[in-house]
């Protein structure tokens, strides 16, 4: 029995490893985090990363993500930690590649802890190893999960957070919460998961949801309340003196319907909503927890009228599970984005455990029968993890795809050219142009030591065309300049700039790449010089 059970407990660290191992893998084939595709949020949070190491406030809090600025600044200092602030982020600055994977590190490093703690407290509450593991194989069973892993974003610390959520639930059944006797300690640490949670990031709020289903009733709710305010307020400390902008910012957000407040001033689109809420719920990991919700409170209230017993916490949990995921989905169809998702997505595995417990939990059958239906569940959930190194060999090779096209157009080919880099773009400058603009423009002596004299980008939200230190004039740089390279993958808003400032000049875009749209003036895509016209 020892034997056995020392067996089980190796076994549970099998998938945490193969996820450090999948997250590296990913982070290698997707490029540097400059890269067009990641760059967005990752720099943002390597510059507020490095405002808390030298101990002033976050410049970017509209996520919030301060935990996830907090723990970019604990890990570089824990990798640097006899330096100060200042020459932390000198060296940063220097190399902002090296520091992000250091923050990326951090978060594969917490995800993985994670997966270890929610493996054992999914066997203490089951008994069963393969459920076990099916709640370790969460990260993998949509590659949106896995991709945002090792980036530093809310997304990947959210990960941890919806286990650590995975793992009070499981702690609620193992306490008895059958007995709808919840103790004031778990309701605290449901909020202080909770607070965590949606200080990470406002669109996580809805999972959590869920510990409302499992706490009893008033007295109950109201200490997670408390608990998740007071934990909300301290994990956003530092990101306090933004609360008036993060305001102006949110509550346009909320009140329109189009993108970050955009849009007429009506909560969601009604002409696209249905369409939208039917798209974020068609996938496999969302729409199933929803039909295992309905499906226990079917059968619930089918045995209750016929005055037959149902397993009390399953239902409360699956019925709280399929509430938040619901309305998971209700606010993220007002802007559908995948990553958006990622706390509901990591959830299937509970729902699918406290469905199988539910059922089985009815007594339906003989003993053989039900030994046999254990059977297939364990089979099916074991070919489920089976196949999802294949799922990440498919996600890697479109990483490498990615950085492949990006690798097409060599932006050093165009140094004696003006370069204008346009959202998103595949350039190491416009990275930190992006990053110091998003966090408060602290940074642009910095930022102007590392980049080009002659390079530029244009913030699309604004309309504005700049350098580090402020506006520039398009139509000056072309006059100045024998050769313009623009680079980026919306032309929509940059060309409607163009055609305004500069309609003479017409650009060739015969140099794009799958992902990005490239215009040049002046030279070819060898960056050699070529007539103008």
Known sequence: MEKREAAAGAALFVLPLLFVAAALALRQAGGAFWEWHVSDPSYFYLFDAIHLVRLQPPGQSFHPGTPVQLLGALALKLADP?????????????????????????????????????????????????????????????????????????????????????????????????????????AIAFGAVA???????????PVFLLPLFLLGGVRGIAVYAVSAAATFALFTLPAWPNVAKVADYIVPTLLRSGAYGSGPDFVVDLARYPRDVIDVASRPVVHLQLLFGAAALLIAAWRRRRGLAVPAFELSALAGLALAVLVQVLAVAKQPTANYMVPAYMLMPLATILFYRFVAGLGWGAETLRRRARLAVSLVLLASIAAQPFAVRRQYAELVQKRAEAARVDNARFADCARIYFFPSSSPSFALFLGD??????????????????????????????????????????????????RGGHPGPIGNYLARHVPHVRFDRACSTREETVLTWGVDCAGRPIPKS
């Open 195 to 205: 607070g965590l949670g949606i200080a990470t990031k406002l669109t996580a709020a």
């Open 82 to 186: 006899l330096s100060s602030g200042a020459e932390i982020a000198a060296r940063a600055f220097a190399d902002p590649e090296a520091h992000l994977r250091v923050i990326s590190n951090a978060l594969i490093a917490v995800n993985a802890v994670a997966l270890v703690v929610a493996g054992f407290a999914a066997r203490a509450f089951t008994g069963n190893l393969v459920l076990a593991l099916f709640v370790q194989a969460a990260p993998f069973l949509s590659m949106v999960i896995l991709k945002n892993a090792y980036q530093a974003k809310p997304e990947s610390l959210l990960i941890a957070v919806a286990l650590m959520l995975v793992v009070l639930v499981f702690k609620a059944g193992v306490s008895g919460m059958e007995a709808r006797k919840p103790s004031a300690g778990l």
């Open 437 to 486: 603009w998003w966090t408060g423009g602290r940074e642009s002596d910095a930022v102007a030591r590392r980049v080009g004299a002659n390079e530029y980008w244009y913030e699309q939200n604004t309309g504005d065309l700049r350098d580090a230190f402020g506006s520039r004039d398009i139509a000056r740089i072309v006059a100045d300049n024998a050769c313009v390279f623009l």
